[in-house]
């Protein structure tokens, strides 16, 4: 008998018949002689509520007691589904994040997983009950608090969970039918991928790809736990992401594994820097000093007649405003003429194992960009990503391009080759 | 420095300003320079809410489950109001129930509290915390699942705490001034008690009044805890329950603390029972089978002519199906005629300690009663309280001629004077 972990987001229980319908679905698996461990979000649009209520009170709400609150939220949804699970006639119970052995570190309202101990779990699997956990929520070790996990948390109590108990598979459940190669709001001929090494899907997720976080990809490959993201709507197979394709259906790698974007950066150009040792160093102590994550880098080449460079950045449009304060804050210690901040900016990426060894891959990118008449603003690459920076304007027609100049639409059976020398 | 435990009810926590609105009272009372522990039920309509989704997703909702599932109010409530307290510039951490250390058994929905181990409270108050708690649950002693703890739960939290704290005094906030002489929306000149003995509040609690529960009271008594009953609304006085009048006040035990009246029971009569021994027994052997509660009984005395007899008690109305379908099932086994039930009876109640060293009370009561064309059906009496039952659309009026004839109408000042005899 295998152990599978399913996790149902908030729209798949935004009301009690999307509570009915996934509690069918659950049953489902356990009818199939699966061991069957739920991990639950809160109930559409709860967190959202709870969050007003909690700015009404308090402008500045207290981090333990925030996540004290935000935590009702999973444990409305979850006892309510194994409610549903019960009327069913199949024995169930549901576990807050503290019962199911979830524990972090104290960090309130973004906390990390450091253990996992779910004794509690196992027993109520051994007695033939579907085990129903609040995903989202751990408690701290050391304080034995209420503790939060942040955005996707839900996703990584999941493969948390798949971890701990050694289960086979970590079934996302979501509102889309899987992982795309591009958007499909964006790319209307944007295809399902089968099949996706936890590499690319890592880089996916970090370029801007919504379906799961970085974070949760992560934590998966490091547990080598294959992750099945897949629709709670539809019966239909999803997306597989591992180290290696499941089961007997062979699955070729793909040069290519999609074409993702990201609107949500601002670009801070810091203008007439001394190109001389350590003024780097200087910006981007002032910038990490302020608990902002950076993404993009570049420095121009100075211009000789004035010895001044410029260095351009990307990050967050939420950290922006801080990080001009902090810039400017430590502008004599710095030393630099001025400012620019741009919020019309958008990154397209291209990921994919593939480019590894297959040359030609950058040209063909930057190729079906300049055909699309786009302008490149910054580039960065990694092993098996290349991103681009280009107006926020540009991006749906730019991502169309590279994804057709890829073969990755889905009409085209087939990638294109890639030729000629170069990346 | 003196420890209180405030209890607050939903309605004073409605929403967010009356959440504000508490949290500067509780403010004040730590100002005041006394430790505060606060006990919180869940926001207005939140827990019909919760059971509404509950009864949508499951006709019969399993009592774990919905114990974790009403649990949310609270969290809900109790982290929303230790934010609005930090906001005010006062320390404040909110627990559950189990963080609390509020122990109870196994019988969800209706969990009893067998032990408190406020360790976690104790700490946080010595830190400078305003202790947050939250109401009406606990956890099971042996399972460690989450319970509740019934109607007026949080009541009872509230005074559990307070003797496992050694409180001062457990002050119960809720949307009335205190206790009255009658129900004010009866008796337009009801007055507030300044004082009542533990023994008389239970009867009146009892006898149909609202304010507190029996069970609560029965706490406070067994661990001698004051209660000071008070609205969150205004900062009046409320009336105190405790063994002995509190403070230097002097306070003289009032002959008759007051009146109350019931309108939630009905009356079963069993007609023709052959008037020999083990009858009765079997009858409420039947009864408590189907545990039911009963309330008054009351046997007339058997015809000569039939050997036959009549039994009435009175029960909740909501329990008058079942008592009649498991009447109906053991007929042969306790042999009668027919049943009948009614539905439309009411009791009114008479409590005071004075009555035991006060002959003439019972005769003074049926005076009134009778004066006033209303006719009695039943009666039962205690050490403390005489209880009549009268046809329901009487019940006002008796109230009112019973609450006027003891003299305990707002502008009569003093108790009129019983002479006679009997009783």
Redesign the interface.
């Known amino acids: 008998m295998g152990l599978v972990v399913q996790k149902y987001g908030g729209s798949s229980v935004a009301d ?1 018949e999307g ?2 319908r996934v ?1 069918k679905r659950i049953v489902e698996a356990k009818k199939n002689g699966n061991q069957v461990v739920v991990v639950v979000s809160a109930m559409g649009d709860t967190t959202d509520e ?1 969050i007003d ?2 700015e ?7 981090g ?3 996540d ?2 935000l ?3 999973e ?2 949804s ?7 699970i ?2 069913l006639g199949h024995e ?3 576990f807050t994040g503290s ?1 199911a052995g979830v524990i972090t570190d104290s960090v309130h309202n973004k906390a990390r997983i450091i253990d996992v101990t779910p004794g ?1 779990i196992r027993t109520a699997l051994d007695e033939g009950n579907i085990a129903i956990v609040a995903g989202f929520q751990g408690v701290s070790q050391d304080k ?1 608090d209420i503790t939060t996990l942040g955005r996707g948390g839900s996703d990584t109590t999941a493969v948390a969970l798949a971890a701990a108990l050694d289960a086979e598979v970590c079934e996302i459940y979501t509102d889309v039918d899987g992982v795309f190669t591009a958007d499909p709001r964006v790319v209307k001929k944007a295809r399902k991928i089968d099949w996706i090494s936890f590499e690319d899907m890592l880089e996916l997720a970090s370029s801007g790809s919504k379906v799961l976080l970085h974070r949760c990809v992560e934590y998966a490959r490091r547990y080598n736990i294959p992750i099945h993201v897949r629709s709670s709507f539809s019966g239909l197979q999803g997306t597989w992401v591992s180290s290696e394709p499941i089961g007997d259906k062979q699955v070729e790698q793909a040069i290519i594994s999609g074409v993702a974007h990201d609107t949500s950066e601002a670009k801070i150009t810091v203008v007439g820097v001394p190109d001389k040792p350590g003024e780097a160093a200087a910006i981007f102590r002032t910038i990490a000093d302020a608990e902002i994550n950076i993404d993009m880098v570049v420095q121009n080449v100075s211009a000789a007649s004035t010895g001044l460079t410029d260095i351009s950045f990307t990050l967050p449009k939420t950290e922006g405003r801080k990080a001009i304060d902090a810039l400017e804050k430590n502008r004599s210690g710095i030393g630099f003429d001025s400012l620019r901040y741009d919020d019309q900016i958008g990154k397209i990426s291209l990921v994919g194992a593939g480019m590894k060894t297959n040359p030609g891959v950058t040209a063909a990118f930057f190729e079906a960009l300049s055909n699309a008449g786009v302008n490149i603003e910054l580039i960065s690459t990694s092993e098996i990503r290349i991103s681009v920076v280009t107006r926020a304007d540009d991006v749906p027609e730019a991502v169309r391009a590279v994804h057709t100049a890829f073969g990755l639409d889905s009409d085209s059976d087939e990638a294109v080759v890639y030729g000629g020398t170069g990346r």
Chains 1, 2 share one sequence.
Do not use: C, D, H, Y
């Open positions: 009690a509570i009915k509690a709870l209520l909690a009404q009170v308090s402008p500045m709400p207290a333990r007691e925030f004290m609150l935590t009702a939220g444990r409305i979850m006892a309510l589904l194994a409610m549903a019960k009327n169930a119970q549901s019962q509690r034995k």
